[in-house]
């Protein structure tokens, strides 16, 4: 009778035991838990705060010239007037641009790399393709003054007008400069094209095989079975690969603005030199003399903020609603 | 006919050492397979005879070969990379791995069911269904032509009513059994004289599960079906005949109600009694 006794009493205190290393345990999670959200919160904080600087430094341009400073093309710092439209065509089209020629070319890849390529060269093919991702800026932007302009020069440019008869479209007409909305579309579509390329690939990777078996068992070749199962199946996850590239080339600079030419213009012709508001603030910030030209390169910045959060919302907003 | 079916049983006996009932004639026949994973031998030397009109089922225990050898039987084994596959297996008479035969051709005589139900997450209930037609020679098939498939198939797969008010929303928003009898639909839908099922019921609740049963037992009027399961029961319940597989060979091979009431081999015994597996 004593033996199950003692037993009782030992259980309860290993009970007790047990309750205050949990108690223990409670409160170091809610250290731990208060430590993590602190530096989660300050993510956001960084952000809103970020937005905010530029956002109030630049008001006053804002302020001053009103809707017209994203409209206007008058941009004469000297004069004191100061107007973002072409950059921020220029952002825009010269980001279009690298998307229609990178996308397909990275499906292509990804494609390649995870359904057709022998496994022997899956990985060098892959680690070359990110390594696209890992070259300066600058570099490319060299590359592109000294190899792509010539090319495009002579060529590229007179072939696209005077053979094929595209200058009747009025995107390839004019004289081949070389510098050029194309040139710089043309580099971020290559710089971009490493992003997409990986993220297709993982997504396409992770497309289960019983889709594939289920289109083959349907009698399906290996074409239908990629193009019926496996691509829809990937399909948000791709175009979530397509948003990163955009980002990424809304937002370049160096590459761009030795390429693109620089003029503060919209003209219709790919032909013709451009700017955009990343080239703009990288070549006038140091500049910058006057109080209100500090405030139109900030009021700049701050639409560049703007555009690539809202590009990154209607993003995630397409990625949620194709799942 | 007469004829052919004596000349079939006499086969029986020259190709297989395993007796299968006479009546009616194979409608595959499978002589000397082997199939492999790299260095793993998965089915071993199995020959059968599989009737038409009739329910075959394959049981044996995990890791038997019984998958493997389903998915020789409409050439699925061979897509997955270091697989091999040895052995003719005839479907009508004609030897699907002879040189000059298309796989693709192949599976779309030889429907096949998995294990999970695997519709096409971004198609809806009736482009799921059609996914199999494509265009023939003659060109697209014709949208009233493919809903009238999509309407036979979903009918004979025993879906049409609970799915006809909703064929162009998501075939995600079914249960997991209509998926699985969508995927049914599906295979179907491009009229395959024989059904392969591996183990379709094995990711089912018990409803779900006997409704895809019934199902089986209903197609059997009109079609071919071998179907892979690892629930003596259901092969019980819904075959004609019963082979038992085990390390890659067929053990033996009879009428269900023969295997499992007097198994002329005791490994065989030994499984349906559960004492292994």
Same mark, same amino acid.
């Given at each position: 009778?004593?033996?199950?006794?003692?037993?009782?009493?030992a259980?309860?205190q290993?009970?007790?035991g047990v309750?205050?290393?949990?108690q223990?345990?409670?409160i170091?999670?809610?250290?731990y838990?208060g430590a993590?959200?602190?530096?989660?919160l300050?993510?956001?904080f960084l952000?809103?705060?970020i937005?905010w600087?530029?956002?109030?430094?630049?008001w006053?341009?804002?302020?001053?010239?009103?809707?017209g400073?994203?409209?206007?093309?008058?941009?004469?710092p000297?004069?004191g007037e100061?107007?973002? +439209?072409? %950059?921020?065509?220029g =952002?825009?089209?010269? $980001? /279009?641009?690298?998307? #229609? !020629?990178?996308t397909?070319l990275?499906?292509?890849?990804?494609?390649?790399l995870?359904e057709?390529?022998p496994?022997w060269l899956?990985?060098?093919?892959?680690?070359?393709v990110?390594l696209?991702a890992a070259?300066?800026s600058?570099?490319?932007?060299?590359?592109g003054?000294?190899?792509?302009?010539p090319?495009?020069?002579?060529?590229v440019m007179p072939?696209?007008r005077?053979?094929?008869h595209l200058?009747?479209?009025g995107?390839?007409?004019?004289?081949a400069y070389?510098p050029?909305?194309?040139?710089?579309g043309?580099?971020?579509?290559i710089?971009v094209?490493?992003?997409?390329a990986?993220?297709s690939?993982?997504?396409l990777l992770?497309v289960?095989?019983?889709?594939?078996?289920a +289109?083959? %068992?349907l009698?399906? =070749?290996?074409?239908? $079975? /990629?193009?019926g199962? #496996? !691509?829809p199946?990937?399909?948000?996850g791709?175009v979530?690969g397509?948003?990163?590239?955009l980002g990424r080339a809304?937002?370049e600079?160096?590459?761009?603005?030795?390429?693109?030419g620089?003029?503060?213009?919209?003209?219709?012709?790919l032909?013709?030199?451009?700017?955009?508001?990343?080239?703009l603030?990288?070549n006038e910030?140091?500049?910058?003399?006057?109080d209100?030209h500090?405030?139109?390169?900030?009021?700049v910045?701050f639409?560049?903020?703007l555009i690539?959060v809202i590009?990154?919302?209607i993003a995630?907003?397409?990625?949620?609603?194709?799942r | 006919?007469a004829?052919?079916?004596?000349v079939?049983?006499?086969d029986?006996s020259?190709?297989s050492?395993t007796p299968?009932?006479?009546s009616p004639?194979?409608r595959?026949?499978v002589?000397s397979?082997?199939a492999w994973?790299?260095?793993?031998?998965?089915?071993?030397?199995?020959?059968?005879?599989v009737r038409?009109?009739?329910?075959?089922a394959?049981i044996?225990?995990?890791?038997?070969g019984?998958?493997?050898?389903l998915?020789?039987l409409?050439?699925?084994?061979e897509?997955v990379?270091?697989?091999?596959?040895?052995?003719?297996v005839?479907?009508?008479g004609?030897d699907?791995?002879?040189?000059?035969?298309n796989a693709?051709?192949?599976?779309?005589h030889?429907?096949m069911?998995?294990?999970r139900?695997t519709?096409f997450?971004?198609m809806?209930?009736?482009?799921?269904v059609?996914?199999?037609l494509r265009a023939l020679?003659s060109?697209?098939p014709?949208?009233?032509k493919?809903?009238?498939?999509?309407?036979?198939?979903?009918?004979r797969?025993?879906l049409?009513?609970?799915v006809k008010?909703?064929?162009?929303?998501?075939?995600t928003?079914?249960?997991?059994?209509?998926q699985?009898?969508?995927?049914?639909?599906?295979?179907?839908?491009?009229?395959?004289t024989v059904?392969?099922l591996?183990?379709?019921?094995?990711s089912?609740d018990?409803i779900?599960?006997?409704?895809?049963?019934?199902?089986?037992?209903?197609?059997?009027s009109?079609m071919t079906i071998?179907?892979?399961?690892h629930n003596m029961?259901?092969a019980a319940?819904?075959?004609d005949s019963?082979?038992?597989?085990?390390h890659?060979?067929?053990?033996?091979?009879?009428?269900t109600?023969?295997?499992f009431t007097?198994?002329?081999?005791?490994?065989?015994e030994?499984?349906?009694t559960g004492r292994?597996?």
């Amino acid at each position: 009778m004593t033996l199950p006794e003692r037993a009782i009493i030992a259980t309860r205190q290993e009970d007790d035991g047990v309750t205050l290393r949990i108690q223990g345990a409670a409160i170091g999670d809610r250290v731990y838990s208060g430590a993590i959200t602190f530096f989660a919160l300050c993510i956001p904080f960084l952000l809103l705060a970020i937005a905010w600087e530029i956002g109030s430094a630049g008001w006053p341009a804002l302020h001053k010239f009103g809707f017209g400073f994203l409209t206007s093309s008058d941009g004469d710092p000297v004069q004191g007037e100061f107007g973002a +439209a072409p %950059a921020i065509y220029g =952002t825009i089209v010269s $980001s /279009i641009i690298a998307l #229609v !020629l990178a996308t397909p070319l990275a499906i292509g890849v990804s494609l390649f790399l995870s359904e057709l390529a022998p496994r022997w060269l899956r990985q060098p093919v892959g680690f070359l393709v990110d390594l696209l991702a890992a070259i300066p800026s600058v570099v490319y932007g060299l590359w592109g003054i000294f190899v792509l302009l010539p090319v495009l020069r002579d060529p590229v440019m007179p072939f696209l007008r005077d053979t094929l008869h595209l200058d009747k479209t009025g995107l390839f007409s004019g004289p081949a400069y070389g510098p050029s909305m194309l040139a710089a579309g043309i580099i971020l579509a290559i710089m971009v094209l490493p992003y997409i390329a990986s993220v297709s690939r993982e997504v396409l990777l992770a497309v289960p095989r019983s889709q594939r078996e289920a +289109a083959l %068992a349907l009698g399906a =070749t290996r074409w239908e $079975s /990629i193009w019926g199962a #496996v !691509l829809p199946y990937a399909r948000s996850g791709i175009v979530g690969g397509i948003i990163l590239g955009l980002g990424r080339a809304l937002g370049e600079t160096m590459a761009v603005t030795m390429l693109i030419g620089n003029r503060p213009e919209i003209a219709a012709s790919l032909f013709a030199p451009g700017y955009t508001m990343a080239s703009l603030l990288a070549n006038e910030f140091s500049e910058a003399s006057s109080d209100a030209h500090l405030s139109a390169l900030m009021a700049v910045g701050f639409v560049l903020f703007l555009i690539t959060v809202i590009v990154n919302a209607i993003a995630r907003w397409l990625v949620w609603r194709v799942r | 006919m007469a004829t052919e079916r004596a000349v079939a049983a006499d086969d029986v006996s020259l190709v297989s050492a395993t007796p299968v009932a006479d009546s009616p004639a194979p409608r595959m026949r499978v002589d000397s397979l082997d199939a492999w994973f790299g260095s793993v031998h998965a089915v071993k030397g199995v020959n059968m005879h599989v009737r038409d009109r009739r329910v075959t089922a394959i049981i044996g225990p995990s890791g038997c070969g019984k998958s493997t050898f389903l998915r020789c039987l409409n050439r699925m084994h061979e897509t997955v990379p270091t697989a091999r596959v040895e052995g003719e297996v005839e479907l009508d008479g004609r030897d699907i791995y002879a040189r000059g035969v298309n796989a693709i051709a192949v599976r779309r005589h030889i429907g096949m069911v998995f294990q999970r139900p695997t519709p096409f997450p971004t198609m809806s209930i009736r482009d799921n269904v059609a996914a199999g037609l494509r265009a023939l020679e003659s060109g697209r098939p014709s949208r009233t032509k493919i809903d009238e498939v999509v309407e036979r198939a979903l009918v004979r797969a025993a879906l049409w009513d609970e799915v006809k008010d909703r064929l162009s929303t998501s075939a995600t928003g079914l249960s997991g059994g209509q998926q699985q009898r969508l995927c049914i639909a599906r295979a179907l839908a491009t009229d395959p004289t024989v059904l392969l099922l591996d183990e379709p019921t094995a990711s089912l609740d018990p409803i779900s599960a006997q409704a895809v049963e019934e199902l089986v037992y209903e197609l059997r009027s009109d079609m071919t079906i071998v179907i892979v399961t690892h629930n003596m029961q259901q092969a019980a319940r819904v075959s004609d005949s019963t082979a038992f597989f085990l390390h890659g060979e067929l053990v033996e091979m009879d009428e269900t109600n023969r295997i499992f009431t007097t198994p002329a081999d005791e490994r065989t015994e030994a499984y349906i009694t559960g004492r292994f597996g």
